[in-house]
RNA sequence: AGGCAGGCCGAGAUGAUCGCGGGCAUCAGAUGGGUAACACCCGAUGCAUGAGGAAAGUCCGGGCUCCACAGGACAAGGGUGCCGGAUAACGUCCGGUGAAGGCGACUUUAAGGAAAGUGCAACAGAAAAGAAAACCGCCCGCCGUUCUUCGGAGCGGAAGGUAAGGAUGAAAAGGCGAGGUAAGAGCUCACCGGCGGCAUGGAGACAUGCCGGCCUUGUAAACCCCACCCGGAGCAACGUCGUGGAAUGGCAUAACCGCUGUCCGCGGGCCAUGAGGAGACGGCUGGAAUGCUGUGGCAACACAGCAUCUGGAUAGAUGAUCAUCAUAUACAGAACCCGGCUUACCGACCUUGCCUGGCG
């Protein structure tokens, strides 16, 4: 199990364009798997790593909220990190909200997201 | 009791478990990357450490980097504008002067020049910028007329005098009082204001006093004038490395393939070269640094000594859960670095500070 930050534009985009989604409460999460032999600038990427992005929206929250945020989804992706497969890239997104929601209901969205894409190998 | 001024702090604190960034130390290397081999990267463990007073707005001033000019002056454009000081510098800060406000402690200050010139001053008003103007009013004399106590009085008229009063206006040509006069007027005088000169004090802005002629509107946040300052762009700056592809040169061209058949030639191969997109690394944190003490200074600040090392991320490190403390937690996240300014903010604390009023 490694999970490594997902960087550079064109591959959100290929998340975005290319992956499956599926919305809760709070979170929207993205996932595509990566096919083999996918290349970034003629170095191939390791088949057994999970690349994931944390995301929210600039205009809905500030520079605290927005680390708030991002820390929330980070600490509740670490906690069910093992559970998930590899060789795939993962969003996830906070939908617009007028209050950043506690620990608690970000952990839950995620694992209930994950298992509607058949993602998570058993519940945590 | 109310007020004035200044300072200081602010992810609320503590503990437990799990986790993150860079740093240091140790370990593991018959296993990954890397090296000639080490180092190093990657990995594990431990240790200490890890956002702000505004990190924000990006409004000024610098450092640093590249480009331009490599000398000076002027013009254009922009900025600043009482005086002195502080500073690397500033439009900042400190101390003062003048003005305005407040009973006061204090506060505010968009403070150069209106006698270099130009413009503007709506409406109202007779007149709104020149040494002006007579709407009402006031007045001597004159003419007509009425009355008469024969002194004059009233009314009307033409020509004048008058800026004291009324009326207009944000502002009416110094203010106010006395003398003066037909009525008036800086016409004369005292005081006040302004202007000019002189003296004294001060480093200076200015202050005080005396003398003079009798006096010149406001607006420069209208143009403008004067004095002083300013080259441009920014860390996505800039520097180093830079697979492949493309370019140029060299070497090899047996076979095969392409340039529609044939021949020649060229390219596909290998090596080198200087640019260089993506990307990587550096720039990147020890500094006009912070704390304490002393000396000088009213102060801003400077100097000296001692001590300390205090974020450097790169899709972006400070988090999660639980427990306790008191109800509960504002504004808000470094992105090259400093000095300021401005704006946002739940609250906590300090000064044997100062002022006004009440009671004793």
Same mark, same amino acid.
């Given at each position: 199990?490694? %999970?490594? &930050?997902?960087?550079?534009?064109?591959? #959100? %985009?290929?998340?975005?364009?290319?992956?499956?989604? =599926? /919305?809760?409460?709070?979170? /929207?999460?993205?996932? #595509?798997?990566? &096919? $083999?032999?996918?290349?970034?600038?003629? /170095?191939?990427?390791? $088949?057994?790593? /999970?690349?994931?992005?944390?995301?929210?929206?600039?205009?809905?929250?500030? $520079?605290? *909220?927005?680390?708030? $945020?991002?820390?929330?989804?980070?600490? =509740?992706?670490?906690?069910?990190?093992? *559970?998930? &497969? #590899?060789? !795939?890239? +993962?969003?996830?997104? +906070?939908?617009?909200?007028?209050?950043? &929601?506690? #620990?608690?209901? !970000? =952990?839950?969205?995620?694992? %209930?997201?994950?298992?509607?894409?058949?993602?998570?190998?058993?519940?945590?």
């Amino acid at each position: 199990m490694r %999970s490594v &930050p997902l960087k550079y534009n064109y591959e #959100f %985009s290929r998340v975005y364009k290319r992956g499956k989604f =599926s /919305t809760g409460r709070y979170l /929207t999460v993205h996932c #595509f798997r990566r &096919p $083999a032999g996918l290349k970034h600038n003629l /170095t191939p990427i390791p $088949a057994d790593i /999970t690349r994931v992005g944390f995301c929210v929206n600039k205009k809905q929250l500030g $520079a605290v *909220g927005r680390n708030r $945020a991002r820390r929330l989804m980070r600490e =509740s992706y670490r906690l069910i990190e093992d *559970g998930i &497969p #590899f060789g !795939i890239d +993962l969003i996830f997104t +906070l939908r617009n909200l007028e209050e950043i &929601p506690t #620990f608690d209901e !970000i =952990s839950k969205d995620m694992v %209930s997201n994950l298992t509607r894409l058949g993602l998570l190998k058993n519940e945590v």
